[in-house]
């Protein structure tokens, strides 16, 4: 053998993160920064420091994510994309909302909410449909459905940001200050955290059961719209004016949206342990192991999240209110969940608790975590009240 | 996690069982739900109401119980301090007893790993290869490198391992993540009430529940100067200023005294066009005797001032003692009479009316009232101001009271302008609102002359009397007294309306008339009160001069129709008077926040120790490489394993990569070793 260990070891020579790159990678990169700078450059009068840094903070995130999680980068490329044009669409008249064609039916934020609500609930049956059949294609349609409703969803939060900035120029705020907005925030979340495992394991088994809860906020969403008008646009409190609004809230979402993941992978779990095994419902269902490592990374994503966001809703409530801890029952609650999960964690890492308990105890969870976002609700309505009530 | 300490000790002692307890899992689990459900039972039952408010709700047996139990105060009971002590103590000892061995693991590569510990590992493999052992090891430690691990080799004489290791920051996270808890616990609990407690539950200070001025609160009930942590609020009226704040303890208070005095020069509220309040903002000045000036600064709703530690937060604004200058009209007498109060918000105003005394208690004033008002126009919703208004208790001398909110000009309603005033019994209700037409100079008076008219009684009869002659001169001849009895009742049934509205006539109405025939009476009744109230209209409008003879506008007819509603409620209004606001002085409060928090740099601290902590623990991934290299007869016997800390799953992945890799570098292409 006349190969000498310096060749050998050429082929071998992992490159660096920078070499793996591709020229598309080095584009996106640039698309991201340019974005940024736009923003920069013409709305700096909207933005206090705080705020340049955290444009600057989600620049570079939407850069790695992009790099990290190819997909997100299309996804991304499409929001913008429509959402420019829906944003172009309105000029500066609000009202063209009912008038305008392509505002009416598909890309105000509202008509781009009802698609995103119609999209998941199609996408939820599609996944059914995938689990019962085994139909690849089907599997591919369910996909793509919610890739889609996704896509719609953002866009609605894009064009409203907009749109809250056409209502009144001291109007203006990020969508994610009251509950419609941020169950629109908890659907997109809970499936792009669901679409990443997807995509990691090569399976849409999971889907239905995901889904089914994604359904469930869309189902909240249409009454909470329809039957209370959420979706008109209601300016913010002083208590909300902050950037630290604009960091906690998104962190929050994902904490729940992986919690919510979490409890149906652990519905999908009873439901998979209980089938006959080599039946054709077992063959279909999703792999036991994998629903349990995908239960786990998705609490262990969903704690980091929440504990920062528990965090940083520490720090605002010390700006805002003279106190970064006060024991009320939004807090509190949000102890609650971030307890329960510390406990789950244990559990499984040191005590090896697995399976069928752990699966129980996913879904209980859910339940403090609806509390949780109940009380946040309070959150929402309210603390303009108590600003208001508090002076008694 | 098994303390290796322990299994190798004979005769443990007590104080290891102790730490054996304290550090133990389960006991960390059972703390940590414990603290959950305490949360749960503190959230789920409101905290810190004036007692009376649980006696009602739970009687006074549960009361009792759940006042043993703390339950009215669970974050500062005893029993749930002593959880959350227990939990930090649990946890240092948890740090105490892993931490040294967490620590140690990041810098040790476990080169003394025995053949069969490697060949128990899940992810192994064995070759033998045919090749020198200089030729293979370079390779293995190549491809541990390039993949991010760093490595560690050592001889045993016939055998050498090379140990690999990458992400053993990992392990720092469990440190972090538990030290952090410890930190922010004892950081949270500088800044909490816990001092003020004890202090109350050894009598030192007493909670005040009068309330009455600062200057009159004895001394049990004030906190010293030097309180190192509180969290109190004071309300200061534009103009004013002041150096203390208010602590709220259960159902009364506690005075913190300041080191310095807070001005309040100017406060501005802006709303969007929608009425909200858009932004709320102080102008402070601070009077220190330690500054040689006064120093001036604008707090807003988050964006506090920071002086010397204390925090001074912009939390609720009030009124501040608007002057307000009031024209009582009598609602129920017959002459019009008003008379003319000057007092502030806050102030009480004592009343004489026909009902007995009355005590006239200012209670808010606004300057703004704007609301949404459905148009028809297209743009949809829109907002009106209706200008100032303010709200008022009317209490009587059994202590019942009324609230009222008078607006202070007239509102356009269906193109009518109508005075408005709310009126209601309890807070929890909504406000029901008595219309009172304005008249053509957008002034009371008319209205108010035309109540006035229908209380004249003898006007009325005389009236009747006018209205009667022409009708009744034949039937009259015959039985005089049947006039007299139509014009007492003509009289009787104004009295009725003006005292109780259209309601009192129906009740008269289902009192005396047989149920077949009331419909048929009460409408006679309203026919014979309309004509005569008509009459009554017609000569006050003739007294202002209008001449109505080609028939009555129909502003003036709405007006009678809207006066006559009025007049109608005026029995449920209960008020004996209409306030008019005639002028005020806008005089503003803002309510501030003030907290003094030593600890919250350590519980910050404590918070980012456990960000970075819970990142590293999750995000970092600690993984463990073992090359087993043993070379016989020019050939080199393999062994290669592997794990994953907390990750094995995506480990097994990486193994097979690395395995066949492996593979390649040293061109195996599948040749195992035989198991010895
Ligand atoms: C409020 C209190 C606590 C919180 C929030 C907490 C949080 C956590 C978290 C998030 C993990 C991460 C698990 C992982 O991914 O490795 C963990 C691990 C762990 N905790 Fe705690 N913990 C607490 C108290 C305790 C106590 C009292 C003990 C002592 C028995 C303890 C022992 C451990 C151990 C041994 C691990 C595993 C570390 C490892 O090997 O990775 N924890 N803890």
Same mark, same amino acid.
């Given at each position: 053998?006349?190969?000498?260990?310096?060749?050998?070891?050429?082929?071998?020579?992992?490159?660096?993160?920078?070499?793996?790159?591709?020229?598309?990678?080095?584009?996106?990169?640039?698309?991201?920064?340019?974005?940024?700078?736009?923003?920069?450059?013409?709305?700096?009068? !909207?933005?206090?420091?705080?705020?340049?840094?955290?444009?600057?903070?989600?620049?570079?995130?939407?850069?790695?994510?992009?790099?990290?999680?190819?997909?997100?980068?299309?996804?991304? =490329?499409?929001?913008?994309?429509?959402?420019?044009?829906?944003?172009?669409?309105?000029?500066?008249?609000?009202?063209?909302?009912?008038?305008?064609?392509?505002?009416?039916?598909?890309?105000?934020?509202?008509?781009?909410?009802?698609?995103?609500?119609?999209?998941?609930?199609?996408?939820?049956?599609?996944?059914?449909?995938?689990? +019962?059949?085994?139909?690849?294609?089907?599997?591919?349609?369910?996909?793509?459905?919610?890739?889609?409703?996704?896509?719609?969803?953002?866009?609605? =939060?894009?064009?409203?940001?907009?749109?809250?900035? +056409?209502?009144?120029?001291?109007?203006?705020?990020?969508?994610?200050?009251?509950?419609?907005?941020?169950?629109?925030?908890?659907?997109?979340?809970?499936?792009?955290?669901?679409? %990443? %495992?997807?995509?990691?394991?090569?399976?849409?088994?999971?889907?239905?059961?995901?889904?089914?809860?994604?359904?469930?906020?869309?189902?909240? +969403?249409?009454?909470?719209?329809?039957?209370?008008?959420?979706?008109?646009?209601?300016?913010?409190?002083?208590?909300?004016?902050? %950037?630290?609004?604009?960091?906690?809230?998104?962190?929050?979402?994902?904490?729940?949206?992986?919690?919510? =993941?979490?409890?149906? !992978?652990?519905?999908?779990? +009873?439901?998979?342990?209980?089938?006959?095994?080599?039946?054709?419902?077992?063959?279909?269902?999703?792999?036991?192991? !994998?629903?349990?490592?995908?239960?786990?990374?998705?609490?262990?994503?969903?704690?980091?999240?929440?504990?920062?966001?528990?965090?940083?809703?520490?720090?605002?409530?010390?700006?805002?209110?003279?106190?970064?801890?006060?024991?009320?029952?939004?807090?509190?609650?949000?102890?609650?969940?971030?307890?329960?999960?510390?406990?789950?964690?244990?559990?499984?890492?040191?005590?090896?608790?697995?399976?069928?308990?752990?699966?129980?105890?996913?879904?209980?969870?859910?339940?403090?975590?609806?509390?949780?976002?109940?009380?946040?609700?309070?959150?929402?309505?309210?603390?303009?009240?108590?600003?208001?009530?508090?002076?008694? | 996690?098994?303390?290796?300490?322990?299994?190798?000790?004979?005769?443990?002692?007590?104080?290891?069982?102790?730490?054996?307890?304290?550090?133990?899992?389960?006991?960390?689990?059972?703390?940590?739900?414990?603290?959950?459900?305490?949360?749960?039972?503190?959230?789920?039952?409101?905290?810190?109401?004036?007692?009376?408010?649980?006696?009602?709700?739970?009687?006074?047996?549960?009361?009792?119980?759940?006042?043993?139990?703390?339950? *009215?105060?669970?974050?500062?009971?005893?029993?749930?301090?002593?959880?959350?002590?227990?939990?930090?103590?649990?946890?240092?000892?948890?740090?105490?007893?892993?931490?040294?061995?967490?620590?140690?693991?990041?810098?040790?590569?476990?080169?003394?790993?025995?053949?069969?510990?490697?060949?128990?590992?899940?992810?192994?493999? /064995?070759?033998?290869?045919?090749?020198?052992?200089?030729?293979?090891?370079?390779?293995?430690?190549?491809?541990?490198?390039?993949?991010?691990?760093?490595?560690?080799?050592?001889?045993?004489?016939?055998?050498?391992?090379?140990?690999?290791?990458?992400?053993?920051?990992?392990?720092?996270?469990?440190?972090?993540?538990?030290?952090?808890?410890?930190?922010?616990?004892?950081?949270?609990?500088?800044?909490?009430?816990?001092?003020?407690?004890?202090?109350?539950?050894?009598?030192?200070?007493?909670?005040? #529940?009068?309330?009455?001025?600062?200057?009159?609160?004895?001394?049990?009930?004030?906190?010293?100067?030097?309180?190192?942590?509180?969290?109190?609020?004071?309300?200061?009226?534009?103009?004013?200023?002041?150096?203390?704040?208010?602590?709220?303890?259960?159902?009364?208070?506690?005075?913190?005294?300041?080191?310095?005095?807070?001005?309040?020069?100017?406060?501005?509220?802006?709303?969007?066009?929608?009425?909200?309040?858009?932004?709320?903002?102080?102008?402070?000045?601070?009077?220190?005797?330690?500054?040689?000036?006064?120093?001036?600064?604008?707090?807003?709703?988050?964006?506090?001032?920071?002086?010397?530690?204390?925090?001074? *937060?912009?939390?609720?604004?009030?009124?501040?003692?608007?002057?307000?200058?009031?024209?009582?009209?009598?609602?129920?007498?017959?002459?019009?009479?008003?008379?003319?109060?000057?007092?502030?918000?806050?102030?009480?105003?004592?009343?004489?009316?026909?009902?007995?005394?009355?005590?006239?208690?200012?209670?808010?004033?606004?300057?703004?009232?704007?609301?949404?008002? /459905?148009?028809?126009?297209?743009?949809?919703?829109?907002?009106?101001?209706?200008?100032?208004?303010?709200?008022?208790?009317?209490?009587?001398?059994?202590?019942?009271?009324?609230?009222?909110?008078?607006?202070?000009?007239?509102?356009?309603?269906?193109?009518?302008?109508?005075?408005?005033?709310?009126?209601?019994?309890?807070?929890?209700?909504?406000?029901?609102?008595?219309?009172?037409?304005?008249?053509?100079? *957008?002034?009371? /008076?008319?209205?108010?002359?035309?109540?006035?008219?229908?209380?004249?009684?003898?006007?009325?009869?005389?009236?009747?009397?006018?209205? #009667?002659?022409?009708?009744?001169?034949?039937?009259?001849?015959?039985?005089?007294?049947?006039?007299?009895?139509?014009?007492?009742?003509?009289?009787?049934?104004?009295?009725?309306?003006?005292?109780?509205?259209?309601?009192?006539?129906?009740?008269?109405?289902?009192?005396?008339?047989?149920?077949?025939?009331?419909?048929?009476?009460?409408?006679?009744?309203?026919?014979?009160?309309?004509?005569?109230?008509?009459?009554?209209?017609? /000569?006050?409008?003739?007294?202002?001069?209008?001449?109505?003879?080609?028939?009555?506008?129909?502003?003036?007819?709405?007006?009678?129709?809207?006066?006559?509603?009025?007049?109608?409620?005026?029995?449920?209004?209960?008020?004996?008077?209409?306030?008019?606001?005639?002028?005020?002085?806008?005089?503003?409060?803002?309510?501030?926040?003030?907290?003094?928090?030593?600890?919250?740099?350590?519980?910050?601290?404590?918070?980012?120790?456990?960000?970075?902590?819970?990142?590293?623990?999750?995000?970092?991934?600690?993984?463990?490489?073992?090359?087993?290299?043993?070379?016989?007869?020019?050939?080199?016997?393999?062994?290669?394993?592997?794990?994953?800390?907390?990750?094995?799953?995506?480990?097994?992945?990486?193994?097979?990569?690395?395995?066949?890799?492996?593979?390649?570098?040293?061109?195996?292409?599948?040749?195992?070793?035989?198991?010895?």
């Amino acid at each position: 053998m006349s190969v000498t260990q310096q060749q050998m070891m050429q082929g071998f020579e992992k490159p660096s993160f920078w070499k793996t790159l591709s020229w598309f990678d080095w584009i996106w990169a640039a698309l991201v920064i340019a974005g940024g700078i736009y923003a920069y450059r013409n709305l700096p009068h !909207l933005m206090d420091v705080y705020e340049i840094a955290i444009l600057a903070g989600s620049t570079l995130a939407l850069i790695t994510l992009g790099w990290r999680w190819k997909p997100a980068r299309a996804l991304s =490329l499409a929001v913008v994309i429509i959402s420019l044009f829906g944003i172009s669409r309105y000029g500066t008249d609000l009202g063209l909302a009912e008038q305008d064609f392509f505002l009416r039916f598909l890309v105000s934020s509202q008509s781009a909410v009802m698609w995103m609500s119609a999209l998941y609930v199609m996408a939820t049956v599609a996944y059914f449909a995938h689990l +019962l059949s085994g139909s690849d294609f089907v599997g591919k349609v369910a996909s793509a459905m919610t890739w889609s409703a996704t896509t719609m969803g953002l866009v609605g =939060l894009m064009v409203r940001w907009r749109e809250t900035y +056409l209502v009144g120029a001291d109007v203006g705020y990020i969508p994610v200050s009251n509950l419609y907005e941020v169950f629109i925030l908890f659907s997109i979340i809970t499936a792009l955290v669901y679409l %990443y %495992y997807e995509g990691r394991y090569r399976t849409r088994a999971m889907g239905a059961f995901v889904l089914l809860v994604i359904s469930a906020a869309v189902g909240f +969403l249409l009454w909470y719209s329809f039957d209370r008008g959420a979706h008109e646009i209601q300016p913010l409190v002083p208590a909300l004016q902050s %950037y630290w609004m604009k960091i906690h809230v998104p962190a929050n979402f994902v904490g729940y949206g992986c919690f919510a =993941l979490s409890a149906m !992978l652990g519905v999908a779990y +009873l439901i998979a342990a209980r089938a006959r095994p080599g039946s054709t419902l077992a063959r279909r269902l999703p792999d036991l192991d !994998l629903l349990d490592d995908v239960m786990y990374k998705s609490i262990a994503l969903g704690f980091a999240f929440f504990t920062l966001a528990t965090i940083l809703g520490a720090l605002w409530a010390a700006e805002a209110w003279g106190g970064y801890w006060s024991w009320d029952p939004k807090e509190t609650w949000a102890l609650i969940v971030w307890l329960n999960y510390a406990a789950w964690l244990h559990m499984r890492l040191t005590k090896g608790w697995r399976g069928v308990p752990m699966a129980w105890w996913a879904i209980i969870g859910l339940f403090s975590q609806d509390m949780d976002s109940g009380m946040r609700r309070n959150d929402v309505d309210l603390s303009g009240n108590v600003i208001l009530i508090s002076a008694g | 996690m098994s303390s290796p300490a322990a299994s190798t000790r004979a005769a443990p002692s007590r104080a290891h069982i102790l730490l054996e307890f304290l550090g133990s899992m389960n006991l960390a689990i059972t703390l940590l739900m414990a603290v959950a459900v305490a949360s749960v039972i503190g959230t789920v039952l409101k905290q810190n109401e004036p007692y009376q408010n649980y006696i009602i709700k739970f009687g006074p047996f549960w009361f009792e119980v759940f006042e043993k139990l703390a339950l *009215y105060d669970v974050y500062s009971a005893g029993w749930f301090l002593f959880i959350l002590g227990f939990l930090v103590v649990s946890t240092s000892v948890c740090i105490y007893r892993n931490a040294p061995t967490m620590l140690r693991s990041i810098t040790h590569f476990r080169t003394h790993a025995g053949l069969n510990s490697l060949r128990a590992f899940h992810n192994r493999q /064995e070759w033998v290869v045919p090749r020198p052992e200089a030729e293979v090891t370079p390779q293995l430690a190549a491809m541990a490198r390039t993949h991010g691990y760093r490595l560690r080799s050592q001889d045993h004489g016939d055998h050498r391992i090379h140990a690999a290791m990458k992400g053993s920051w990992n392990r720092l996270g469990y440190v972090f993540t538990h030290a952090a808890i410890v930190i922010i616990c004892i950081g949270g609990l500088v800044d909490g009430n816990v001092p003020l407690k004890l202090k109350e539950s050894s009598g030192q200070i007493q909670v005040e #529940t009068r309330d009455i001025p600062a200057s009159q609160v004895p001394a049990e009930s004030w906190l010293s100067v030097k309180n190192p942590s509180f969290r109190g609020s004071v309300t200061i009226a534009e103009g004013t200023s002041a150096n203390l704040a208010f602590l709220q303890l259960r159902d009364g208070y506690l005075v913190q005294p300041l080191p310095f005095r807070i001005e309040l020069k100017d406060f501005r509220i802006e709303h969007y066009f929608t009425g909200q309040p858009k932004s709320f903002e102080s102008d402070l000045v601070i009077h220190d005797p330690e500054l040689e000036e006064p120093f001036e600064s604008t707090i807003a709703v988050n964006h506090p001032l920071i002086y010397k530690g204390y925090a001074i *937060y912009q939390a609720s604004f009030n009124d501040g003692g608007s002057k307000l200058n009031i024209r009582a009209w009598p609602l129920l007498a017959r002459e019009l009479q008003p008379h003319d109060i000057e007092s502030a918000v806050f102030q009480d105003v004592k009343v004489t009316s026909p009902r007995g005394p009355l005590t006239m208690e200012l209670t808010d004033f606004k300057l703004y009232n704007v609301n949404p008002v /459905e148009d028809d126009d297209a743009s949809g919703k829109q907002f009106r101001n209706y200008g100032p208004s303010f709200t008022y208790k009317l209490r009587d001398e059994t202590g019942a009271a009324r609230e009222y909110e008078n607006y202070m000009s007239p509102v356009e309603f269906e193109g009518r302008s109508m005075f408005i005033s709310g009126v209601r019994t309890t807070p929890a209700e909504p406000f029901r609102y008595l219309h009172i037409p304005a008249d053509g100079k *957008y002034s009371l /008076e008319r209205f108010l002359k035309f109540n006035a008219l229908l209380r004249d009684q003898e006007r009325v009869r005389q009236l009747a009397e006018e209205t #009667t002659r022409g009708s009744f001169d034949q039937l009259t001849l015959e039985r005089p007294e049947l006039r007299q009895e139509v014009i007492e009742n003509m009289v009787h049934l104004v009295g009725l309306f003006t005292q109780g509205g259209v309601d009192a006539i129906l009740e008269q109405v289902n009192r005396s008339a047989p149920e077949e025939r009331r419909t048929q009476v009460m409408d006679a009744y309203l026919k014979v009160l309309q004509t005569i109230l008509g009459e009554l209209y017609l /000569e006050l409008l003739a007294g202002e001069g209008i001449d109505f003879s080609p028939g009555m506008s129909e502003t003036d007819a709405r007006f009678f129709d809207d006066s006559l509603n009025a007049i109608s409620s005026l029995g449920h209004y209960g008020a004996p008077f209409f306030a008019q606001l005639t002028g005020f002085e806008h005089l503003q409060a803002s309510g501030l926040q003030i907290a003094r928090a030593p600890g919250k740099n350590v519980v910050y601290l404590g918070c980012a120790l456990l960000t970075l902590g819970v990142f590293l623990m999750f995000y970092v991934r600690h993984s463990r490489l073992w090359f087993r290299v043993e070379e016989k007869d020019g050939h080199t016997r393999l062994l290669f394993a592997g794990t994953g800390h907390r990750h094995e799953r995506d480990f097994a992945e990486e193994f097979t990569r690395l395995r066949s890799e492996l593979e390649q570098r040293l061109g195996i292409v599948d040749r195992p070793a035989p198991r010895p």
